[in-house]
């Protein structure tokens, strides 16, 4: 990736005030483009789109739980997604355990076209004052291009240098699709409830406390222990990235997985703000492994590539639709699907049940080299690690010259003896010893 072309701006003009997003090379749907424009014009809602943008670099520059990393993984690059009639950043906290997206919704675009592709824009903390002081009445002049984000105050200018995204944000981004579309809606509130919840949280600790949360007749009571019908809210100084447009936010759609992992989305004028977090604050995305079932498929990259020519820039993917272009069975498309998102390839939008496409600013062909499990079990089975016993288990090798057994039918139902699965396999997908029985059982 080629580095910025220009000096990030916010600049006063005649007709008001102009962000300017400068990006480097993108993958577009005509290929490789140095510095494409995504989108020239008005958000609708100017201090909407100041903060949801600041939220997202709000959660980028934060580690809710400290997991005593030598090298720290705040201040990392906003994802941006320009899909034909919206625009979506993301970013992770810096310890993994929260996502976030800003959807700019194609209400919340007013005039101008949206262009197609994915990159990564930088918003360091003089942007983030800039943007800070955005009054009510400025108007806002946006536009976005790929890799750099202009901005400066009227009397001064940043220039930000291109800052790529680690693997853990890869893994990351590939899971929260699959954790996504996992959930089911718990509850829903609106209007002056929103704030209300909002006050009641705590506001300090890292990650915070465990708190249960009852919603019913349109109010919510933040509480100290479980009751019938409440939702777990471990670590809850995490959902303190909503902060910045609690006073935009119309309506607050809690969901949840069978997990424990929890997505809350505030609808804004002409914008939504998604936060994910993980069901323990101590565990990030990257390490969830939900979509290595699939993975092990031999078939899954074939399936992927032939899905990749045919799946478009729409901003809404209908995997029926998909198969029947494709020619191939629901199976066959949900493993092309899994193998996508592995490459960072899908994101999944709770609100409209759907996925979307993009494409990360990053090598995104090495799937099994971000999934250390995976890549740990191909090693087990391609150096006969794994021999069955005959009675219907196998032997996997493991550490120490020590042996795991792994017994069950298939996929899902397979079951190791190993530390890591006694102790985390439950919502964290299979081991690397299930994964390599999977393999070599496939042939």
Not at 29 to 51: K, S
Request: some cysteine; hydrophobic content about 40%; overall charge neutral.
């Amino acid at each position: 990736m080629s580095g910025y072309g220009a000096a990030s701006a916010l600049l006063d003009g005649p007709t008001g005030r102009r962000l300017g997003l400068e990006t480097a090379t993108a993958l577009t749907p005509t290929g490789l483009v140095e510095r494409p424009v995504f989108f020239r014009g008005f958000p609708a809602h100017p201090q909407v789109f100041a903060a949801g943008l600041l939220a997202v670099a709000d959660v980028a520059a934060t580690t809710y739980a400290d997991f005593g990393l030598a090298q720290r993984l705040a201040n990392l690059d906003p994802v941006v997604t320009a899909s034909g009639d919206r625009l979506r950043f993301e970013s992770f906290s810096g310890c993994n355990s929260v996502h976030t997206r800003l959807d700019v919704l194609p209400d919340g675009l007013d005039g101008g076209e949206v262009g197609f592709g994915t990159t990564n824009v930088d918003i360091n903390q003089p942007l983030r004052s800039a943007l800070a002081k955005m009054g009510g009445a400025d108007l806002l002049h946006l536009s976005v291009g790929p890799d750099e984000l202009r901005a400066s105050t009227p009397d001064e200018a940043h220039v930000e240098r291109k800052v790529s995204l680690p693997d853990r944000w890869v893994r990351g981004l590939a899971e929260v699709p699959y954790v996504s579309a996992s959930m089911t809606q718990h509850a829903e509130l609106s209007g002056a409830a929103i704030p209300r919840f909002a006050r009641d949280l705590p506001r300090s600790g890292s990650p915070g406390p465990v708190v249960h949360l009852l919603v019913g007749h349109g109010t919510a009571r933040v509480l100290p222990r479980a009751l019938p019908a409440s939702i777990e809210i471990p670590g809850a100084t995490r959902l303190r990235g909503m902060d910045r447009v609690l006073r935009f936010a119309r309506r607050l759609t809690i969901h949840r997985d069978q997990h424990g992992a929890t997505a809350w989305v505030f609808d804004l004028p002409g914008a939504r703000l998604t936060l994910v977090l993980t069901a323990h604050p101590f565990r990030g995305f990257s390490g969830e492994g939900g979509l290595l079932l699939r993975l092990v498929s031999r078939t899954s990259e074939q399936h992927g590539r032939a899905l990749l020519d045919i799946l478009g820039w729409d901003p809404v993917i209908d995997a029926a639709a998909l198969a029947e272009r494709a020619g191939l069975p629901p199976a066959q498309v949900a493993d092309g699907l899994a193998w996508l998102a592995a490459s960072g390839r899908l994101g999944h939008d709770l609100t409209e049940g759907a996925w979307f496409h993009r494409e990360l600013p990053t090598d995104a062909e090495q799937v099994i080299r971000r999934n250390p499990r995976l890549r740990h079990a191909h090693e087990l089975a391609e150096t006969d690690g794994v021999r069955p016993d005959g009675t219907g288990t196998w032997r996997v090798r493991g550490s120490r010259d020590t042996e795991h057994t792994v017994q069950g039918s298939t996929g899902s139902d397979l079951v190791c003896t190993c530390p890591w699965a006694d102790s985390h396999a439950a919502g964290r997908g299979p081991c690397k010893h299930v994964l390599a029985v999977l393999l070599t059982t496939a042939g």
